[in-house]
């Protein structure tokens, strides 16, 4: 048993954050390593050590195994965290680091092997007496062969890639038509993000539970079940709002998953953290989806649920302790629901949002923790997952912990950045998730719906009007001697003219009128954004300009709504083009950003070419009416 004394955490961001609080606990010293854009990060700061990786992207710095080895060589490390993404399922790297005397903490490189390729990890479940789903697994990777299975199977069907995770490299298909589009943007997506472009096929189950089993096994052959987390609110296969413990499982369902995740585990001598994925349908029957070797994103809703710290666990299973509890006491208590904030705008098709964070503060109580990767001042970049932070509540019950985390949220202030913070207040607070059960495809299928603006009845109007007034009175302002639609009338009435949702409206106040309550997301000198009956709404006082035409919606330039990487052009000059006929494809933060016609016309222009590097703003593609 070696006691480990150094480690180094080969990762960034929130979850190096998390991986070094619980170190400096055990009074363990930590290395950093960092790319050139995460230099002003807080885990670097927080860290004993921090090196620099010299580099931007992923493949020149957190991917880079000989880079990091060579790190672990000069420092004398005794162990690397990897924590998830990047190397974490990296079964060479953990390897390399053998070879040198280094601990890898996770399991061995041939359970990260049998396990971190799907299609192998699926041939083994089926050994063990698992339900998976009907598929192709093969390793003939030609498009002809590949369409051949996937009609075989059955539309609609699912192409993932085989190395994939986080949602990345997986395309839903419903139809032979679609097929051969999506197999390529999968495979480009899978290469750029894991290195392999290998896709396998499964049929797709129509609007199944996603249930996953955290799992944790030592080095004396023990594995434990540590509950379950429902994962089903998920947006294009991301995990979006994460559950401990599932409820709504009749027990032999429940009892089942955790044998057959425990069974599967054991089949590999698994050591460490582990999760096996279930999807689960309407009448109780579930299939192996996938296993992931590391620790996951949503680990802390377990966390808050039977009081463990599984990173200090990852730890002790390393240096070859035995793990510290035994099944009988693994006990879950109350609820968690982790919510992750992303820099990005729901109303733009979530689109990642990059800048400079001018504010992040959470003030609220201690069963509220938020695990974040940033501080005020940070830049968020294009080269990496856009995730701020992760939001976990603790409370007695599901519908307490969806209170909870609604509150936490509107406390909450991000600024600087476009966020996902009032889609996530929205969603907490709708009946269909707060008050039943969720499938996978739900966002998917509902989100025009949830991103449409409400317009507010005569009674949130009144809401807004009152709020607003308040904010005049506490920023020193008159209304009387307000230029702005404020109106006297007659037995303490008020009349007031104001902008939401992209309209001019009026609301009569009157003294003393009991109106329901409504939550402050945001206030500034003349307008507040505020939650009211589970919607969010944005008042603004009207401005001069207010009902000016919009020139710029009438521009036919295409540009670049973020910095990226042109990976495919798709318009000809002088081609006739429809609306909404794909012209070029982005690549960045990870992910693909189709560029699409607005209208019917001709391509007058293409300004780049596959492989540029574009700026935020930049002209694409000039479009002339046809």
Same mark, same amino acid.
């Given at each position: ?5 150094? *480690? ?6 929130? *979850? ?11 009074? *363990? ?17 927080l860290?004993?050590k921090?090196?620099a ?22 420092h ?7 924590? %998830? !993404? ?5 079964a ?7 070879? &040198? ?5 996770? $399991?061995?490189?041939?359970a ?41 199977? !059955? ?20 139809s032979e ?13 899978a ?9 396998m ?12 089993i955290?799992?944790?096994g ?10 379950e ?8 296969h991301?995990k ?6 599932? &409820?709504?499982l +009749? =027990?032999? @369902?429940r ?10 585990s ?23 989806l ?14 808050? &649920? ?25 006990? $879950?208590? !109350?609820?968690a ?6 820099? =990005? ?12 964070? @001018? =504010?992040? +503060? ?20 294009? %080269?990496?997952?856009?995730?701020l932070?992760?939001?976990?509540v603790?409370?007695d ?6 209170h ?24 907490l ?6 008050e ?14 949830l ?33 702005d ?29 009991d ?18 009956? !589970? ?13 000016a ?28 083009v ?16 189709? &560029?699409?016609a ?9 300004f ?8 935020d703003?930049?002209?694409l ?6």
């Amino acid at each position: 048993m070696k006691k480990i004394k150094r *480690i180094l955490v080969a990762n960034r961001g929130e *979850i190096a954050c998390r991986i070094i609080r619980t170190c400096d606990q055990l009074a *363990i010293e930590t290395i950093a390593i960092y790319s050139d854009v995460d230099k002003d990060l807080p885990f670097v700061k927080l860290a004993t050590k921090a090196i620099a990786l010299e580099g931007c992207e992923a493949r020149e710095t957190y991917l880079d195994i000989n880079k990091i080895v060579k790190i672990c060589q000069e420092h004398q490390v005794d162990a690397v965290h990897p924590g %998830y !993404g990047f190397l974490s399922e990296n079964a060479a790297f953990a390897e390399a680091l053998n070879q &040198i005397g280094v601990i890898f903490i996770g $399991p061995s490189p041939a359970a990260i092997r049998a396990m971190g390729s799907k299609s192998e990890a699926k041939m083994i479940a089926e050994k063990v007496g698992i339900n998976t789903i009907k598929g192709y697994m093969g390793a003939d990777q030609d498009t002809e062969v590949l369409l051949k299975h996937a009609k075989q199977i !059955g539309f609609p069907i699912l192409i993932k890639a085989v190395h994939g995770g986080g949602g990345k490299g997986m395309r839903r298909v419903d139809s032979e038509a679609d097929f051969t589009s999506a197999l390529a943007s999968c495979q480009r997506e899978a290469q750029s993000a894991f290195g392999n472009a290998d896709v396998m096929l499964e049929k797709y189950i129509v609007d199944p539970r996603h249930i996953e089993i955290q799992v944790f096994g030592d080095q004396h052959g023990t594995v434990l079940t540590l509950s379950e987390r429902d994962c089903s609110l998920q947006r294009r296969h991301q995990k979006i709002v994460e559950e401990a413990p599932a &409820i709504g499982l +009749a =027990e032999v @369902t429940r009892a089942g998953l955790h044998q057959d995740a425990q069974a599967i585990s054991a089949s590999v001598n698994y050591v460490g953290a582990g999760t096996v994925e279930f999807l689960v349908d309407a009448e109780g029957n579930y299939y192996f989806l996938e296993m992931n070797t590391r620790l996951q994103v949503e680990h802390p809703a377990t966390e808050m &649920i039977l009081g463990l710290d599984l990173v200090e666990w990852q730890i002790r299973v390393a240096e070859g302790q035995p793990l510290p509890l035994s099944q009988s006491q693994i006990r $879950p208590r !109350g609820h968690a629901i982790e919510v992750r904030l992303y820099a =990005e705008d729901p109303h733009q098709g979530f689109l990642p949002s990059i800048g400079q964070i @001018t =504010e992040l +503060a959470l003030d609220t109580d201690t069963s509220v923790r938020l695990d974040s990767g940033y501080q005020n001042g940070n830049q968020v970049s294009i %080269y990496y997952d856009p995730i701020l932070a992760k939001l976990i509540v603790h409370a007695d019950n599901r519908r307490a912990a969806f209170h909870k985390a609604v509150k936490a949220l509107a406390k909450l202030q991000i600024k600087g950045v476009k966020t996902n913070r009032q889609f996530l207040i929205e969603l907490l607070q709708n009946p269909d998730v707060c008050e039943k059960l969720p499938h996978i495809a739900y966002l998917d299928h509902h989100m025009a719906q949830l991103l449409k603006p409400t317009m507010p009845d005569d009674i949130t109007k009144k809401v807004l009007a009152k709020s607003l007034l308040n904010t005049l009175s506490r920023q020193g302002s008159s209304p009387w001697d307000a230029a702005d639609g404020w109106r006297h009338l007659s037995r303490g009435q008020q009349l007031l003219r104001f902008d939401c949702q992209d309209e001019m409206m009026q609301s009569i106040l009157e003294s003393h009128e009991d109106l329901p309550p409504a939550l402050m997301l945001d206030q500034d000198v003349n307008s507040i954004t505020l939650s009211i009956n !589970g919607k969010v709404y944005h008042a603004t006082l009207p401005q001069l300009d207010h009902g000016a035409d919009d020139a710029a919606s009438k521009d036919q330039k295409l540009n670049a709504p973020m910095p990226g990487r042109v990976i495919s052009v798709l318009a000809s000059l002088g081609e006739k083009v429809e609306a909404g006929c794909p012209l070029m494809i982005l690549e960045a933060m990870k992910m693909e950003h189709t &560029i699409r016609a607005p209208f019917d016309g001709i391509v007058e222009d293409v300004f780049y070419k596959t492989g540029d590097f574009v700026d935020d703003g930049a002209e694409l593609v000039r479009l002339i009416a046809a």
